[in-house]
């Protein structure tokens, strides 16, 4: 086996020290390659989450203490309480404080909020004139209780907030849900998930 001169090799040593070989280049590609699996990861978790979101909350059924608890109804194990103290009016014009928008829809200190265990007639789109008839006399029947005393409202709903920007919340006088009594008059329904028709 020859080996090399020293001489050589001093010269390939210069050579390579002038003539430096060129920095890697960062291949972006390459390095989402290496983390595609996580990358997929993220899209399904961020598509299941919008997915789930979009779920009425009555399909969220879960067994607690034998008891079968609608999330739909209820939401929240322990909901915060929040005290409603004001006078009410119904709503006109942009500036709205306290009034009242329909039978279950109202602002509370220039918040607007949604009582998430009902749904009551609409006034301003209504699908027919008993709608709206029906509407406008559940606005009178939430104006009247708002204006009552012993009034509280519940989060007990998984989001805060629907897609219309709403705080969702359940409203009670005296512990007891102002919903019941709206649709024990026949002035709304129970929040299933879906709109009921109030035509025929």
């Given amino acids: 086996m020859t080996r090399k001169p020293a001489r050589v090799i001093l010269l390939k040593d210069a050579r390579q ?3 430096p070989p060129p920095p890697p280049r960062w291949k972006p590609f390459a390095a989402l390659y290496r983390i595609r699996h996580a990358l997929v990861s ?14 009425p909350y009555s399909y969220l059924i879960v067994p607690i203490g034998n008891k079968l608890i609608d999330y739909g109804v209820t939401g929240a194990i322990s909901p915060r ?14 500036h709205r404080v306290n009034c009242v928008v329909d039978g279950d829809t109202f602002w509370y200190r ?12 609409e006034i301003g ?18 104006l009247q209780t708002l204006n009552g005393s012993g009034l ?8 805060d907030v629907d897609q ?10 005296d512990g007891r849900s102002i919903g019941d009594a709206l649709i024990a008059r026949g002035l ?10 109030w035509c025929g």
């Fill in 42 to 55: 993220i899209c399904l978790v961020s598509l299941a989450v919008i997915h789930f979101e979009k779920l």
């Fill in 188 to 197: 709304a329904h129970r929040w299933e998930g879906h709109k009921l028709s």
């Fill in 81 to 94: 309480t929040e005290a409603i103290d004001g006078r009410f009016v119904t709503c006109s014009g942009p």
């Fill in 110 to 121: 220039s918040v607007k909020y949604r009582i998430s265990d009902i749904n009551a007639p």
């Fill in 164 to 173: 219309y920007g709403r705080k969702l919340r359940v409203v009670l006088q």
């Fill in 152 to 159: 509280t409202m519940e989060r007990r709903e998984r989001r």
């Fill in 125 to 142: 789109r209504p699908s027919c004139e008993a709608e709206r008839r029906l509407g406008q006399e559940a606005q009178v029947a939430l």
């Fill in 17 to 19: 020290k002038l003539n």
